[in-house]
């Protein structure tokens, strides 16, 4: 759907009758798929923060057997 929404868009924005349609339909193209962009970005950050997190956990939790095997 949305591509057919370019498509109206850039056909309007040429025939002159309905340009500023045809231009708030591309511009609606475009934020949707910067937004799906940004948020797809600050999804892998959050995954990569969650790994980071798990691999570098406080030793103090853990019992002084396997702290004194991690030095």
């Known amino acids: ?5 370019l498509y109206l868009g850039i056909i309007l924005i040429f025939s002159g009758i ?3 349609v045809g231009i708030f339909l591309v511009m ?4 949707d798929d910067i937004k799906k ?5 600050t999804y892998k950050n959050k995954i990569a923060e969650k790994k980071h997190d798990q691999l570098n956990i406080n030793p103090k939790y853990y019992d002084e057997d ?6």
């Open 37 to 41: 962009s940004i948020l797809f970005v």
């Open 66 to 71: 396997t702290a004194e095997e991690m030095k």
């Open 28 to 31: 609606f193209y475009f934020w």
């Open 18 to 20: 309905g340009t500023g």
């Open 1 to 5: 759907m949305s591509k057919f929404l």
